[in-house]
């Protein structure tokens, strides 16, 4: 099953999805956001779809790793996306990451007005790319994770279905 990324801002919804195998993200798409119900129904859509067992979600957190207005903004539409979704979500912190999609960009030679169009989705990937890199170092890429013993909970310092966990020992 597929990992769905993404990358949460006040206008689009950049959406990336995994490979099977959870070995590599690609870019999917941006939402244009048009109210929460048009939002969360595109992206139900997009679960159902790519059969999507797994929702990682950019958290903006400040330099300091602090939580400012973006990221409250981000948890407030986790809360109502988990209402609608029956896969977990997870959290990963997106710092730098439109920053990151926008030099990865530029270094293709990607025209500022393409760039303005696909930006999100890229980020989404990276925010993507971030998530299952940890998961492999922590040799754990299988489907639903919990089949070879590893608790989704257990991710350090990341929220899950509504709990803060606690970094591990």
């Given at each position: ?83 609608h979704v029956s896969v977990p979500l997870v959290t990963w912190d997106e710092r ?74």
């Open positions: 099953m597929r990992v769905m990324g993404l990358d949460v801002g006040s206008k689009t919804i950049g959406i990336a999805i995994s490979d099977p195998d959870r070995i590599v993200s690609q870019p999917f798409a941006v939402i244009k956001r048009a109210g929460c119900k048009h939002d969360i129904d595109q992206l139900c859509q997009v679960v159902d779809e790519k059969e999507v067992s797994l929702i990682v979600v950019g958290l903006p957190k400040r330099t300091d790793g602090s939580l400012g207005k973006s990221a409250m903004q981000v948890m407030e539409f986790i809360k109502v996306l988990e209402k730098f990451s439109t920053n990151a999609a926008e030099r990865a960009l530029i270094f293709q030679d990607v025209s500022r007005q393409k760039r303005k169009g696909v930006i999100d989705s890229v980020a989404a990937a990276i925010i993507l790319d971030g998530y299952l890199d940890h998961l492999r170092q922590r040799r754990d890429i299988s489907s639903g994770c919990e089949s070879k013993g590893f608790s989704m909970e257990n991710i350090a310092g990341n929220r899950i279905a509504g709990k803060k966990t606690k970094p591990e020992e």
